[in-house]
Structure formats: structure tokens, C-alpha cells
């Protein structure tokens, strides 16, 4: 695989030409028909007919959910979901290639990548759900809470990486982030630290195409977002993120290099948001609708099916058998997310600080006032305040 670098062979340091660092064109296996690509060098090995499956799998069952979060918004289930539909390939396609001591650092969007590594999808969307806590244990799942701020995750995976490295496990930390999470000084402090000490981490950056409203034009006048791996003196990859086959590859590349101790990687996956940035945003405010269809005739879903297809590995049957798994997860996350979830208000001021502070106990009796005020006027048959 093609990998921007600032040093050749040799290792003798020299930059290398513009000519050759420009190419935006990111790398393929699969075209948008589904089709063999050939970008990717020949000798490269395919995944074997199981892996294939289980990664289309992976996809179906992550779509589904996906959709159904969506869903659960609408009745107030939930307090916000940020929408991953057709960004699968990215997600699926990374966490696939990781092993499960690895670490993986995800954003708000990235629920499904949780739910790929194994975390419970109601564990995976309880932050959503406006709790105090992430929903499952970061240690046990190697797998920090998710971010909302925009790149503050991406110096939690570098300092991880090196922790790793000076105890000498070959544990890697992949921290993904989106187009608009480049534009912030966490992800350039972040790279320059993982490049100054050759860390084991992967930053991924989902190239959805938006900021919320922001194009990519506004956020940068690089010709491809991998190009800026070139300053910090990483390896730098584009692939296409809507290619679930060249995503899995690029990450597992970039994994083995990190093993090596050959440093961090920067990976930009071109894909697109299909959804609205989140249910309270309206995207028709700021995109066309011919851009919407143009990215869904590009479907990382059907894409990888077209291609199974025409391999003989997927059939009628295999195509039920995986929608029936997907509709039970469904079922589930409707079951187990329908009810009301049952809180503690003292849980917001309980778990801050290992000893309370003056002013978080302040903040506590204020609102168990309010509260016992509140049960007083229901008491009396007042309405509350």
C-alpha cells in the first residue's frame, strides 16, 4: 500500500516530491459498483471468504442499529444521536482490523464501532440517553468513553500509545475523529506528540464532508486531509472510506507498523454523512439533495454486498439469516430502551470529584431543595414550580 512519508527508503530524511505526496486520490479495492478497483498493489493479500462475512455482517447488523437509534430519538428515547448511516465501512472496517487489547478512542458518532467490538448496543448508547457515565467499563472494553468535544480524544490515545511503549506492550491506540475535529489544537497536538515520540497510535479521520454545516473547502485548502501527516513526519494513507475492504487493510497496515515501532499513522477515509449531523440539525439547510443521492449510489453497504455477490459467497439464505440477527438487535434495543431509565440525582454530584467540593455540595442541596419543594406541592396538589 502507498504510504505518505517525509523520509524514503533509505531513511535518509530527504523530503520527497511534490509530485508524489499529492495524489488525493485515495486508495480502492472495491469501485462504487462493487467491482475489483486494482489500486491496491497486487501482492496484496485478500481477505479470506470468512472474514468477508463476517465483516458484511458486521455492516447489516450495524446499519439496523444504527436506524433504530435513530429511530428511538424520534420517541424520546433518547436525548440525541448522532446518525453513522453510511459510514460503516470506516468504523467497522478499523475496529475489525484492532485486536481486543487495543484501544480504541471514540467520538459521539461512533456507537457503532462500539457495538462491533462487543459492547452491550444499550451500554453503548446510555451517554446518549443523558446519563452521567459512558455505560460500560473503558478497562474492561478498552475502549474510552465517547468524546463530544471536538478532538479531545486524540492526546488521551497519543498519551496512551506511549504509556504502551515505555511498558513495552505492543498495545495500539486508534482514536478516531472527523473532518471537523482536524480544524482543532487538540489534533495538532495530538499528531506532533505521537510523531515526536514515535507513538503506537492510528489517527482516523472520517472525511464525512461536513463540520455540522462547515464544508471541507472551509476547514482547509490542503489538497487531501492525509497530506498533513506530512508536517508531523508520520506515515499518512487516504483510502476510501465507503470501501470496507481497503479501510480493514489500511488500519491493519498501519497497526503492524505501529507493532514495528515505526510510529503513529494518519488514515483519511473519504465517506460521506447521509443522516442530518445530529436530529436537531437540518441539513437540507446547507447541501443539495443531488449531493445526498450522488454519495448513495456510492453505499459502503450495497457496495460489499454487489461484491459478495458476484464471489458466490452471499446467498438468499446467508442474506436472511444476517436481517434476522439485525431485527433481533432491533427488538432488543426497542425492549430494553422503551422503558423509562431510572436515575439518581445525586449521581451528578456523587462521582465529580473523589471528595466533594464546597460548591458541588452547594449544587447538590439547592436542587434536593428543589426537589423536596416539588414532592411538598404534589403533596398539597399544587402544581410544581
Not at 474492561?140 to 471536538?150: D, N, V
Not at 487516504?238 to 507498523?257: K, L
Request: a negative charge.
Amino acid at each position: 500500500m502507498t504510504v505518505l512519508t517525509t523520509r524514503d527508503k533509505t531513511g535518509s530524511g530527504f523530503p520527497l516530491g511534490f509530485d508524489t505526496i499529492l495524489d488525493p486520490s485515495p486508495l480502492q479495492y472495491l469501485d462504487e459498483h462493487g467491482a475489483l478497483s486494482g489500486a491496491l498493489r497486487d501482492d496484496a493479500p485478500e481477505l479470506a471468504p470468512e472474514e468477508l462475512l463476517a465483516t458484511w455482517r458486521a455492516m447489516v447488523v450495524g446499519r439496523r442499529f444504527d436506524v433504530q437509534a435513530t429511530t428511538m430519538v424520534r420517541q424520546g428515547r433518547l436525548a440525541v444521536y448522532p446518525s453513522s448511516y453510511g459510514q460503516e465501512a470506516c468504523e467497522i472496517g478499523a475496529v475489525l482490523a484492532l485486536r481486543a487489547d487495543d484501544w480504541l478512542f471514540p467520538t459521539y458518532r461512533d456507537c457503532v464501532s462500539m457495538v462491533t467490538r462487543g459492547i452491550d448496543p444499550v451500554e453503548a448508547l446510555t451517554l446518549l440517553r443523558g446519563d452521567w457515565h459512558c455505560g460500560y467499563d473503558p478497562q474492561r472494553r478498552h475502549t474510552a468513553p465517547q468524546c463530544t468535544p471536538l478532538a479531545t480524544q486524540a492526546p488521551h490515545a497519543a498519551g496512551l500509545a506511549l504509556a504502551a511503549k515505555l511498558a513495552g506492550d505492543d498495545t495500539v491506540a486508534l482514536a478516531f475523529c472527523g473532518d471537523g475535529g482536524t480544524s482543532e489544537g487538540d489534533f495538532h497536538e495530538a499528531l506532533n506528540f505521537a510523531a515526536v515520540y514515535q507513538a503506537p497510535a492510528i489517527f482516523f479521520v472520517q472525511n464525512n464532508q461536513y463540520a455540522i454545516s462547515v464544508p471541507l473547502a472551509k476547514q482547509t485548502h490542503a489538497a487531501a486531509l492525509a497530506h498533513k501527516a506530512v508536517g508531523y513526519g508520520m506515515a499518512g494513507v487516504r483510502v476510501d472510506g465507503n470501501d470496507v475492504i481497503a479501510v480493514r487493510r489500511a488500519v491493519a497496515e498501519a497497526a503492524e507498523r505501529a507493532r514495528a515501532g515505526e510510529g503513529p499513522t494518519l488514515i483519511e477515509a473519504v465517506t460521506y454523512r447521509m443522516q442530518a449531523h445530529t436530529n436537531a440539525d437540518d441539513a437540507t439547510r446547507y447541501r443539495e439533495e443531488s449531493e445526498v443521492e450522488y454519495w448513495s449510489a456510492r453505499d459502503p453497504l450495497a457496495r460489499v454486498e454487489t461484491y459478495l455477490r458476484a464471489r458466490g459467497l452471499l446467498t438468499d439464505d446467508v442474506l436472511a439469516e444476517a436481517n434476522q440477527a439485525a431485527e433481533a438487535l432491533a427488538a432488543e434495543m426497542r425492549l430494553r430502551l422503551g422503558g423509562e431509565p431510572e436515575v439518581d440525582h445525586r449521581d451528578l454530584f456523587a462521582h465529580v470529584y473523589a471528595e466533594p467540593t464546597p460548591q458541588l455540595r452547594e449544587q447538590a442541596a439547592a436542587l434536593q431543595a428543589e426537589i423536596d419543594a416539588a414532592a411538598l406541592d404534589a403533596q398539597a396538589g399544587e402544581p410544581g414550580r
